[in-house]
């Protein structure tokens, strides 16, 4: 297989050779890199990829984008984004990989194992089929109008205690996405079959990785809880059957500013001790409108509220906002969301490197616009210390606002 390895945001020292097809399956599994035709060179381009990284794998080519943090950095905040208060235990492999999937493939088989260890989850599947003889509910509406009552077969429903639940599907769907993927390890492909051949009587479901169902959790599959996460995440993370001709294209891919995010919501959120309704992702369940007819809706990343007030409103960004024409984007969008919430100053979270942290006094709007920085290089402890620094100038921000009210 030809392998082309590319570094977010880098654009590539030397033109790639790439058939239509290749070119046109990349535009598709991965809009957000940049194609340039390299002149002199025909069938030559030129790749930049974006914040997305991973691999797409086209035909007989695999592209590898590697990230511009250590992948250990990466998943430290993935880990944290699936479970805050146990991430150290997620198990993904902390080494250096040349692929994210095989870091990802270790902490999903060790938790599978876990999960199964004291048996495959079963629960009861509501069933419709046509039987010999009656079991559970006659379907009278199906077996007049098909089989103009006549039995036997009836037309029944009943309630069927299996293996075959939405549980143990979205393992065995993530399961067969990696063993699908081009993986060196022996013994993770190997593993990975375990799992698959332990699962032989649950059904093969195609789940869409952006309508994945919600599991809710009991104290009878509350084993299945992280393997759930993880299963759920390599979905998410993954897609299939992009078809130009005769080439198929597979992916995994991890758009990183989601990843960061999704972190920073999280980590503030834990830090500052609040719940997922008071603090919510993208004001998600709470009315943020700019304007009197409320049709311009604005969603921030990250805001506080108290009853219906908001006390605190942020906006989270892994790299600057490049509109063509536009300068300071992100600053633009900040300043709508204070007004909108009638807030007189809100945060902005870069990743290192994307500005300098400073205070932007607004003027004739009396608004103070604050940004600040990650520095996401360091180790995970120094990391989540950064976190608990922005939690408390938060704090004081929406503390000193609740006593003016």
Known sequence: MRQINLREYQRCNEPVLLSREERDALAEAIPSVTVEPASGHESHYFLTPSSTIGVVEIGDLAIQILPKLPIDRVLFLISYAI???????????????????????????MHVRQALRRGILQG??????????????????????DRYGIVPPVDVRFDEFTE?????????????????????????????RAIE?????VSHQHFA???LP?????????????????AKLILRLSSFDIQHGNTRASSFLVDMNQVFEDFVVLALREALGLTKHSF????????????????????????????????????????????????????YQ??????????????????????????HEVKFAGKTLTVMALDLAGAPADVLMQIKRVAMQIREGATVLHSNW
Do not use: M
């Open 197 to 201: 051949s332990a699962l032989q009587n």
């Open 214 to 230: 919600e599991v809710q959790f009991t104290r009878l599959n509350e084993r299945y809880r992280s393997a759930i996460e993880l």
């Open 334 to 359: 900040l300043l709508a969301y204070t007004v909108a919430t009638d807030l007189p100053n809100g945060l902005l979270i870069y990743a290192a490197g994307e500005d300098e942290p400073r205070t």
């Open 83 to 109: 479970d805050p208060k146990d991430w150290q235990n997620i198990g993904f492999d902390l080494e250096e990989q040349s692929s994210i999937v095989e870091a990802v493939i270790p902490a999903f088989t």
């Open 280 to 331: 919510p992702q993208n004001a998600d369940g709470r009315r943020v409108r700019l304007d009197e007819a409320e049709r311009v809706v604005l969603k921030p990343d990250i805001s506080w509220w108290q009853g219906r007030r908001c006390c605190f409103v942020g906006d989270v960004k892994y790299k600057k906002t490049n509109a063509v024409g536009i300068k300071h984007a992100d600053l």
């Open 209 to 211: 990785g952006n309508q």
């Open 164 to 192: 075959d639940i939405v549980e143990n599907r979205l393992i065995k769907a993530a399961t067969g996405l990696l063993l699908r993927k081009s993986i060196r390890s022996h013994q993770l492909r190997t593993e990975l």
């Open 124 to 145: 009861y599947q509501v069933r419709e089929d046509a039987l010999a003889t009656v079991r559970g509910q006659i379907r009278f509406g199906d077996q007049i109008r």
